[in-house]
């Protein structure tokens, strides 16, 4: 189901509780237990949802950005991203006035049948057979046209729920596949133990997570070492082994990005677009969507 305002929040938080045990929601009656399966499409609502005990979620925005904490930490979600977390993991969410969020909460029976059969054979599914499902490392994951896809057709098909629980398992794939490249870029570190390179990938998210909130500023490479507790050296090393770009070729790719969904999107002067994304004026952004793309700024206008 889609909702466009937030449930009480002390309802919310007593049916947890309960595992939604026969529970009257706001749009329809389930008689399962565990969490539904939720989409809360809510626009222009500044709103603190504290300390709930949430099923595996995506946290995302149409417009503008939210702020979520996990396990102490505040991530800032702008537009283009989404944020993961996991089973009964404790979330606090603040959305803001001129926010459109899309946040996808996932059904208990989504969760164990799509991502708890993900690593299985098929003698194994056939069997009836699940496993854990997987624990995904809470950073920001910059949103592609696969993701974006989905995002729509689950906006536009609250109503039927045959074809919205499949847009919901081919979410869930996708989140899967997800986890399988962080495992393979984390396991394809230097040699060293299992627990030392999940700290590094778990330190060099934090440096991530601040390039995708602030790649309109000026960021310096000491800023970055620091957010992930780094010598400059180490940090820009170890940047390269796990995205395979520089940290400035990784913040030009957004500004890139960005820029040209702009340019698709709005009526902004290309200087206006220019300084948004970071860079003094439209000549700089013309010389650098050229050099990137061979093409000029003016050719995805209209």
């Not at 995506?58 to 702008?78: D, H, M, T, Y």
């Not at 390179?197 to 000026?218: G, P």
Request: charged share 20%.
């Amino acid at each position: 189901m889609v909702l466009h305002e937030f449930p009480d929040l002390h309802w919310l938080k007593k049916n947890i509780e309960n595992d939604f045990e026969a529970v009257p929601l706001p749009v329809k009656n389930t008689n399962k237990k565990g969490w539904p399966s939720v989409v809360l499409n809510v626009e222009n609502r500044a709103a603190v949802r504290d300390n709930i005990k949430g099923p595996i979620s995506i946290f995302c925005n149409l417009k503008g950005q939210s702020r979520v904490v996990l396990e102490n930490k505040a991530v800032l979600i702008p537009e283009g991203t989404f944020l993961i977390s996991n089973q009964d993991q404790l979330y606090n969410l603040e959305t803001f006035k001129n926010t459109e969020t899309f946040n996808i909460h996932f059904g208990a029976d989504i969760s164990t049948q799509a991502l708890g059969a993900m690593d299985l054979s098929m003698q194994q599914i056939l069997d009836g057979r699940f496993s854990k499902t997987p624990l995904f490392h809470n950073h920001l994951i910059q949103q592609d046209g696969q993701f974006q896809a989905l995002c729509k057709q689950l906006l536009h098909v609250a109503k039927n729920t045959l074809q919205k629980e499949e847009i919901l398992f081919a979410l869930a794939l996708y989140m899967a596949q997800q986890y399988r490249k962080q495992t393979n870029t984390i396991h394809n570190l230097s040699p060293t133990k299992k627990s030392t390179k999940e700290e590094v990938y778990k330190r060099l998210s934090f440096a991530t997570d601040f390039i995708y909130s602030n790649f309109h500023l000026d960021i310096n490479l000491a800023t970055l070492a620091q957010q992930s507790a780094m010598s400059k050296f180490h940090f820009l090393r170890l940047f390269k082994a796990v995205h395979h770009y520089s940290p400035h070729q990784f913040i030009t790719s957004l500004r890139i990005k960005k820029a040209e969904n702009l340019l698709k999107t709005s009526n902004k002067s290309i200087d206006h677009i220019a300084q948004e994304v970071g860079l003094n004026n439209g000549s700089s952004l013309s010389r650098l969507f050229y050099q990137k793309t061979g093409a000029y700024p003016s050719t995805l206008r209209k």
